[in-house]
């Protein structure tokens, strides 16, 4: 039997070497620019925001008025009251920080002390105002540790934190510092152990470990260049998330290839013909599934957030080349090692496939028995486990809740709340028309919520631009906290209402406030079109409408289960306060693309043996033949996922968590209970409209699995 197309291609005596060759020079080349990626990223607060709304468009009138600047603001707390020797320091760390001139940091421009009250102070803020001057947030970290060392650290009952946007910037900088090398090296590890319980080969790992890295470094090369060259837009969150993304997606695909590999070797004594086969019948499962994940993500550009909309083409053009790689790289270079790759337990040609006589086999007859019963059994418990999202709270997390610990300008943050306003550090910006500048005024001071004296002009501003005037405003609630987005919502209704002042409202709080109904939006617009995506893949592949709905259905079921779960996890056992608002929609986006793959591999399988066999023994015959290999997939991509918990901010840990354990519902749940019992009680009417609906053979009991199920 001979194969056509990709398979032929990739697998020739010859053709293999040539496949070879190209991918090492795709990695020599590629080497050098992947590892430029993390400096080619924008962290920058446009990165993240949504592009039209208003503090966005505050950002970039504010640079008329000043250059771009994050303030960094040093506390001094006594709970007795400073002291005078206190009050000499800080007067002597403030002539320090105005000698500063690196990192962004011009010391003229630093302002303070303020002390929490006229007499008796028990707390003072000195603020240092860091200018990013378009060099981008690499350089936080930088202004703020020249800070700590100009100030000092407490002692002897004085506290001294560096918190504020700057601090907490800085130590949002130092969680994603090194997050591509920790990613990577958690990923492979997992990887490696995975690949060990699978295939207890310690030669045959290596394979697609150097295939899946290849791919990484070409993945990565690629988003550079276009990073630089061609204006998409890369951040920390989409490198990260990345690096997970192909190493699971990648292994996935090899996972799958290599069992129909091996199936194909106890057949075919030429190991070029038995991977042509190999190909170029799981060769359709790969491809759709690739394409259903990049599909997927690209259905992110949709999306209002920035750094949304850009992670979309960023885990498209991942998976695109994970796929590329595992078509053609991992085959090639599994042929020219040969069969002894597989050593220990090498396939032989002739000898027996034990595919038919495992866990799934049984496990396949068991469900056909009573297969309703089962199905209905199973959905309801899911349905029972999804009641945990009334424990969700997805909308969004304050600083003090988005790390794992308790990082200093945290700490800071809650010190300065005590003496002074919550808001202090972290003011909105609000620009107006200067002939209405003052009317603007006295509505943002009159507003509940805002600190009445605490309208200024910042350090270092210009006092008006292009007819335009920007002050500041402290709030009383917290930045970060759901009443202070109420106060900026108050603060827009008032400014608006001021005739011909063209007046915005931006800063921090205005942003956080933006980000949540950028990312209301997208939940509502993107979520629908990743289904119909999926939905449209599913019925050209099986060519069928019944079996797509009952797939989709199925995942939308595990994705619900899974965030219940998670939620319930999240409150009570590590006790996370809530989260983030775009989790529902990043969750959704990586179980359904991803979550998909595993009913994909596993339906093509039933529709090709029911096409011979008919579709209930093929049912079981698709079960026994892929369970093994989607289980190790699931647990390889589950634990690929669960290394962003390694990373200590709140919103990695979740997403991590919550995919890792929807993928695993998907693998041991919904793919091998759930789907299969439904197909089976279905029948032949799950290809419908497709003339397979209409088979003789699928109204027979499910045959005894044989030796081979690919029908050799």
Not at 55 to 63: H, I, K, M, N, P
Not at 414 to 432: K, N, Q, T
Not at 569 to 594: D, N, Q, S
Not at 637 to 642: C, D, I, S
């Amino acid at each position: 039997m001979t194969s056509r197309g990709i398979g032929h291609l990739v697998c020739g005596r010859r053709s293999k070497w040539l496949v070879l060759a190209l991918w090492l020079v795709v990695l020599v080349v590629s080497a050098p620019f992947a590892h430029r990626l993390t400096a080619a990223q924008d962290n920058d607060a446009a990165s993240w925001l949504p592009g039209s709304a208003e503090s966005t468009r505050v950002l970039a009138l504010s640079e008329g008025f000043r250059p771009e600047q994050v303030p960094a603001v040093v506390v001094y707390a006594r709970e007795s009251g400073l002291t005078q020797e206190d009050r000499a320091r800080i007067e002597q760390d403030v002539r320090q920080l105005g000698q500063l001139r690196d990192h962004g940091i011009i010391g003229a421009q630093t302002s303070g002390p303020v002390y929490d009250r006229p007499s008796g102070p028990r707390a003072a803020q000195v603020y240092v105002p860091i200018t990013m001057d378009g060099s981008g947030w690499e350089r936080i970290g930088p202004a703020v540790d020249a800070v700590r060392d100009a100030v000092g650290g407490g002692g002897d009952g004085l506290a001294v934190h560096i918190t504020g946007p700057g601090g907490t910037s800085a130590d949002f900088a130092a969680a994603f510092r090194g997050i591509d090398s920790t990613l990577l090296f958690s990923a492979m590890v997992v990887v490696v152990v995975m690949l060990l319980i699978t295939y207890r080969s310690p030669t045959l790992l290596l394979v697609p470990l150097l295939a899946v890295v290849c791919a990484l470094f070409s993945a990565e090369a690629l988003i550079y260049l276009l990073a630089e060259h061609g204006g998409l837009t890369v951040n920390g969150q989409s490198a990260g998330i990345l690096t997970v993304l192909v190493f699971g997606a990648g292994t996935d695909y090899a996972l799958l290839l290599v069992a129909r590999y091996r199936e194909e070797l106890h057949h075919h004594e030429d190991r070029h013909e038995a991977m042509a086969l190999a190909l170029h019948r799981a060769g359709p499962a790969v491809l759709a599934s690739g394409a259903t994940v990049v599909l997927g993500m690209l259905m992110l550009l949709a999306a209002e957030m920035n750094s949304t909309s850009g992670l979309g083409p960023v885990a498209a053009i991942g998976v695109t080349v994970a796929v590329l790689a595992m078509m053609s790289l991992f085959p090639a270079l599994l042929v020219i090692v040969g069969r002894w790759i597989f050593w220990p337990v090498i396939p032989r040609f002739g000898a027996a496939d034990p595919a038919g006589r495992g866990v799934w086999a049984r496990t396949g007859r068991r469900i056909a028995r009573r297969p309703r019963v089962i199905w209905a059994g199973t959905a309801a418990v899911l349905a029972l486990c999804s009641l945990g999202l009334l424990q969700l709270r997805a909308d969004g997390l304050g600083n003090a809740d988005a790390f794992t610990g308790s990082p200093d300008s945290i700490v800071g943050q809650e010190v300065s709340a005590r003496y002074f306003p919550a808001g202090s550090g972290d003011p909105l910006v609000i620009v107006s028309n200067r002939a209405q500048a003052e009317r603007v005024g006295r509505v943002v001071a009159a507003t509940p919520g805002v600190v009445p004296e605490s309208l200024r002009l910042p350090p270092g501003t210009k006092p008006s631009f292009e007819g335009k005037v920007l002050f500041e405003a402290t709030l009383t609630a917290p930045a970060d906290s759901h009443a202070a987005k109420q106060t900026v919502q108050r603060v827009r209704e008032a400014v608006h209402a001021v005739p011909d002042a063209d007046a915005a409202v931006g800063g921090g709080t205005a942003a956080l406030l933006d980000m949540d109904e950028a990312i209301t939006h997208d939940n509502r617009l993107v979520i629908p079109l990743v289904l119909v995506v999926v939905v449209l893949i599913l019925c050209v592949l099986l060519r069928a409408l019944i079996a797509p709905l009952l797939l989709i259905g199925t995942v939308i079921l595990s994705f619900a289960a899974a965030l219940g779960i998670s939620a319930l996890a999240f409150r009570y056992v590590f006790g996370f306060a809530g989260e983030p608002t775009e989790f529902p929609l990043f969750v959704f986006v990586f179980l359904v693309a991803l979550g998909i793959d595993y009913n994909i591999f596993l339906t093509t399988r039933i529709r090709e043996e029911a096409a011979r066999r008919g579709t209930r023994t093929g049912v079981v015959t698709g079960l026994s033949a892929t369970g093994a290999v989607i289980t190790s997939a699931g647990l390889v991509l589950a634990g690929t996922f669960a290394v962003l918990g390694a990373l200590p901010m709140v919103v990695f840990a979740e997403i991590g968590f919550a995919v890792a354990l929807g993928v695993l519902l998907d693998t041991f749940v919904v793919r091998s209970v759930l789907v299969t019992a439904l197909f089976l009680d279905v029948g032949p009417r799950v290809w419908w409209p497709h003339r397979l609906a209409r088979e003789d053979g699928g109204t027979k009991a499910p045959e005894p699995v044989g030796v081979s199920p690919s029908g050799e």
